[in-house]
């Protein structure tokens, strides 16, 4: 898998073409089709980074069912993958706002944009934004046509991606701090979500949460 490192790594290269002056059409290409592989991994780590943690803790995913190779389930047995990994591995799209929500769903019993939006306000729209965004890349990868969106556009959803991944590293944290108390099942009830949302906001205010954050510039 894609470490935050690389994700890191990977925007700092951002950073320099924006930083340039005119942005050619092959590098607007390079930059939308790079930030759906960073909005695909930054939600991968933060659904296994709270799935390793607190496994004794997470009583509340859905079943679901997947078809696997003889191959995947010797990896499974043998601990070579986990069965998010195998899982990812059979949900390639997580660029896709529906199922990015059934992934949060599988595994935790949320509505993930629904819930940051609870969290935030009802003015952030990252799932409407997020559509808009992989309609641009779906016409790019499978149309062969070159992105519309210019270098301003590009930039701006650049901020949208790397903010809905910080806000999502907040959430998360906040949503293992939930379970690690308190080894819960089922749909989040309303006490739940009161308890979820003050918490998300001290971490988000919270300067000193250092390591949670992807080291990327606002705008």
Do not use: P
């Not at 641009?136 to 070159?146: A, G, P």
């Amino acid at each position: 898998m894609i470490t935050q490192q690389q994700i890191q790594k990977e925007l700092e290269l951002m950073d320099s073409f924006f930083s340039d002056g005119e942005m050619k059409q092959h590098t607007k290409n390079y930059v939308l089709i790079r930030l759906s592989s960073i909005l695909e991994n930054g939600i991968k780590i933060a659904i296994t980074k709270v799935l390793e943690e607190y496994k004794n803790k997470n009583k509340s995913s859905r079943s679901f069912s997947i078809y696997l190779s003889y191959n995947e389930l010797k990896e499974i047995s043998s601990h070579d993958k986990s069965i998010e990994e195998i899982y990812f591995d059979n949900n390639q799209n997580l660029t896709n706002a529906r199922k990015i929500d059934t992934a949060f769903e599988v595994f935790f019993n949320i509505r993930i944009f629904e819930m940051l939006e609870f969290c935030l306000g009802s003015h952030i729209k990252y799932k409407k934004n997020i559509e808009s965004f992989v309609s641009q890349r779906n016409n790019l990868i499978h149309e062969m046509s070159d992105t519309t969106f210019n270098k301003e556009k590009l930039l701006e959803f650049k901020n949208i991606v790397t903010n809905f991944l910080m806000d999502l590293q907040y959430f998360m944290h906040a949503f293992g701090e939930l379970i690690e108390k308190d080894t819960r099942e089922g749909r989040l009830s309303d006490d739940e979500k009161m308890q979820l949302k003050k918490r998300f906001s001290e971490i988000k205010n919270d300067n000193s949460w250092n390591d949670l954050r992807l080291k990327v510039k606002y705008y």
